[in-house]
Structure formats: structure tokens, C-alpha cells
């Protein structure tokens, strides 16, 4: 168990939660550190939310150890606020319900995204409620901000104007989790990433150094090789390989993008390979 | 300061920053003793991640390239010898895997080497180059 290891945020170890047979949460360790963008990315149903739900005591773990070190400012995938009230009378019930909590800053946000004050909450498309949802949670003054899925169902413009929002979260020091199956975004903003698959963490790190770790390379077909096989034509099978593998075993390897390191990862979970 | 940045090159967005900077003191859009956006700015402005840009600023400094001066200030410090071998050793990497690649095509060494030849050796025959695209 740390200590107050100066920066740390949030620290997951050994994380399990189970339904029955299904371990939703097979294992999981992490950490965030001040100042960071922490995403855990992953297909439907990996197990992020469950992850997320136990962070915040929301579900209890069945094994596993947390410590969180700061306020937090939630917003859950399904963005339910009380739908008879107005968006106004929403914002001055969060001035109420929340310590530090920034009225004026909320109602900028609502402006930039141009919901009307005088509109009721169950009027407002989901698109609009979330965009609430983000405006209260962005207003509130916490040290680890927990998102998920904060950008489903937003058009590409207002998405971006999310993403803006949660860069800006750490340019003084506060910390941002969130989780996101959709790659490009995840890529156009986090520090650090963890790719989640079937409860299983399969790679964690700074996404820059992730990018850098792997490399593709072609092999014969039915090549023994170290990696995560990842299609396969007539003649030759192309493997995800960490590159310093692929230069000691001195095979041709090529960059390769984000998005095939993840897909080969997750097929390679799914495909139940040895690790 | 704007320039394109690809977030989804496998290319890291730090190394192109740092790519881009040193291309602007390369062209000399950019001199020794010019002012870089502070970190903040510079991240706004190319909308991206703060501690990306510092990554990138960090490196650069460590190489020399830049140095941070008081009040979030970076200047342009230049690119030292070391960094013009670096640029070089990429170039003869290029060569290296063009000749390879002749090599795979079954070209004459002569006539590989005529090509090097006719460029290296054209004293005051500057447009005299053989049209011979290495046949």
C-alpha cells in the first residue's frame, strides 16, 4: 500500500469484481498522476465502467486495492439529471449540492454550447444533456475528474469541443480518467492509456511510447513469431511485434498506427493466444 | 505559431512537433534568439495536450535546440553540428535503402555508381547530369 507517493491520484492494484462466472474485472492495476490524462480504452463491455463503478465505491470489489487521493467529479455513461427542472434551476441545484462549485463558469459552458437557460431538461435532446451533464461537472472544482464515455452521442464539433475542455482541466494540475471505446479521440488527448479487453489489462502506458513499442512485420505463413498475429493473405501472415524483438530477431518491420496495435492486441485477447 | 499535427500518425505527436521546429530553423523561418510560444500557448493554439508540448520542449532542450528562459519563455538556441550529422546519417539511411533497392533490381553497380559519379564530379557541368534514370 503507498504511501503519499507525491503526485499520485488515484491508484488501482489487483482490481477484481466478478458476476457470477464472469469476472467483469479480472485483475486490474493502475495509477494517475496529477496533472494527467488517463484513458481506459477498450471495445463494449471490457469491463471499463465496472472499473470505474468500483473506483467510486459505486459497486463493491471483490478483491483489490484502491486509494484515491482527491475530490472527484463524476459524470456516468447514462447522463441522468431531473428532467422536470429547467437547465437554470439544474445549475443553481448543483451551486447547492456541490462544495466549489463555479455558477458563473457553468453558465459560459452552457452558453458555448448554446442550450437554452429556459428549456426543460426532459426537452433537451441526449446530445444536450450530456453537454449539461459535462458543463455542471466541469464547473465543479475537484482534483480527479471521472468521465465516461463523455462524448457518446455528440456531434464531431461539439466532441472536439470536449476534448478542448478536458485539456484544459489539466493545465492546473487536475487529473482526468476517462473511458472511451472510440480510438481517435483517446489519441487526440490522453497522456496515458490502458488497453482493456475482457476484464484484462493487455497494455498500459504513455500512448506516445505505445506507438513507438510496436512495429509490424511480415512473416511467411505459419512463422513462429512473438506477437499478435494480425491478418493473414495467401502467402504471408503480418505480426504486431514489440520492434526491439523484430530488430533482434532481425526481421523488416514497419511502423504501424495506433489503431492496428489496438486491434491486434484485442484480437489476440479474444483469440486467447499465450501472452 | 500553428502548424497540421497528426494524431493519428504512428509518428508521436512530440516527435513532430520537435520534427517541425527543427525544419523551421533548418528553412530559417525560425533564428537563434526567436521566441517560441510558451507551452500552454503553443498547445491551445495546435490543440492538443499540454504535457505533449512539454515532452517536445523538454527533449528539444536537452538537445540543445532550445532553451528555456524566465517566465514560461522559450528562445530559439539553433541546431548544432551534432544535429547536421544526425540529419546526415538520416539522408545516407536513405541512400542506403535506395541502393538496396537496386540492388533487388538487379542494376548494374556501374551504373549505380555512375549516377553518384556524375553528380559528385560535375565541377562547372552543372546541368550536363545524365538523363539516365539508373537503367
Same mark, same amino acid.
Given at each position: 500500500m503507498m504511501g503519499n507517493e507525491y503526485g499520485l491520484v488515484l491508484s488501482v492494484k489487483g482490481l477484481m469484481r466478478y458476476y457470477g462466472n464472469i469476472r467483469a474485472v479480472d485483475g486490474i492495476s493502475f495509477d494517475v498522476f496529477k496533472g494527467e490524462i488517463f484513458a481506459l480504452l477498450?471495445?463494449? %463491455?471490457?469491463g471499463k465502467t465496472t472499473t470505474i463503478k468500483c473506483v467510486l465505491n459505486l459497486r463493491k470489489k471483490d478483491a483489490g486495492d484502491i486509494f484515491l487521493n482527491g475530490s472527484v467529479s463524476f459524470v456516468p &455513461? %447514462?447522463? @441522468? $439529471? !431531473? %428532467?422536470? !427542472?429547467t437547465v437554470e434551476k439544474m445549475v443553481r441545484i448543483a451551486k447547492e449540492l456541490t462544495d466549489k462549485f463555479d455558477e458563473k463558469k457553468c453558465f459560459e459552458y452552457i452558453e458555448r454550447f448554446q442550450?437554452?437557460? &429556459? @428549456?426543460r431538461v426532459s426537452n433537451l435532446s441526449s446530445g444536450q444533456t450530456t453537454q449539461l451533464y459535462l458543463s455542471i461537472a466541469f464547473s465543479q472544482d475537484a482534483e480527479l475528474y471521472i468521465f465516461d @464515455?463523455?462524448?457518446?452521442? $455528440? &456531434?464531431p464539433i461539439v466532441r472536439n469541443q470536449v476534448l478542448e475542455m478536458i485539456r484544459e482541466?489539466?493545465? &492546473?494540475g487536475r487529473s482526468v480518467l476517462y473511458t472511451s471505446h472510440i480510438l481517435s479521440e483517446v489519441e487526440k488527448v490522453s497522456d496515458k492509456v490502458a488497453i482493456m479487453s475482457k476484464g484484462k489489462i493487455l497494455e498500459q502506458g504513455y500512448l506516445d511510447d505505445i506507438k513507438e513499442k510496436y512495429c509490424a512485420v511480415i512473416v511467411p505463413k505459419n512463422s513462429k513469431v512473438d506477437g499478435y498475429k494480425y491478418k493473414s493473405t495467401e502467402t504471408e501472415d503480418v505480426y504486431i511485434t514489440k520492434r526491439e524483438y523484430a530488430i533482434s530477431s532481425n526481421l523488416e518491420y514497419s511502423d504501424v498506427s495506433f489503431e492496428v496495435i489496438f486491434e491486434a492486441l484485442v484480437m489476440g485477447s479474444n483469440n486467447s493466444l499465450t501472452a | 505559431m500553428w502548424f497540421a499535427v497528426d494524431p493519428h500518425s504512428s509518428l508521436p505527436i512530440y516527435s513532430q512537433i520537435k520534427e517541425k521546429i527543427k525544419a523551421l530553423i533548418l528553412s530559417g523561418k525560425l533564428k537563434t534568439g526567436d521566441s517560441l510560444p510558451s507551452i500552454r500557448t503553443l498547445a491551445k493554439d495546435l490543440g492538443i495536450n499540454v504535457n505533449t508540448v512539454a515532452r517536445a520542449y523538454r527533449e528539444l532542450e536537452l538537445e540543445g535546440v532550445i532553451r528555456a528562459e524566465r517566465g514560461e519563455r522559450y528562445a530559439v538556441v539553433g541546431l548544432e553540428d551534432h544535429l547536421h550529422v544526425k540529419i546526415k546519417q538520416t539522408i545516407l539511411k536513405e541512400l542506403q535503402n535506395v541502393v538496396y533497392r537496386c540492388k533487388e533490381l538487379a542494376i548494374d553497380i556501374s551504373t549505380v555508381l555512375n549516377v553518384v559519379d556524375n553528380i559528385y564530379n560535375q565541377s562547372s557541368l552543372q546541368n550536363e547530369v545524365g538523363e539516365d534514370d539508373g537503367k
Open positions: 477498450g471495445p463494449n %463491455g471490457a &455513461d %447514462g447522463k @441522468e $439529471l !431531473y %428532467g422536470s !427542472y442550450i437554452p437557460f &429556459d @428549456e @464515455e463523455p462524448t457518446w452521442g $455528440l &456531434d482541466l489539466i493545465v &492546473d | -
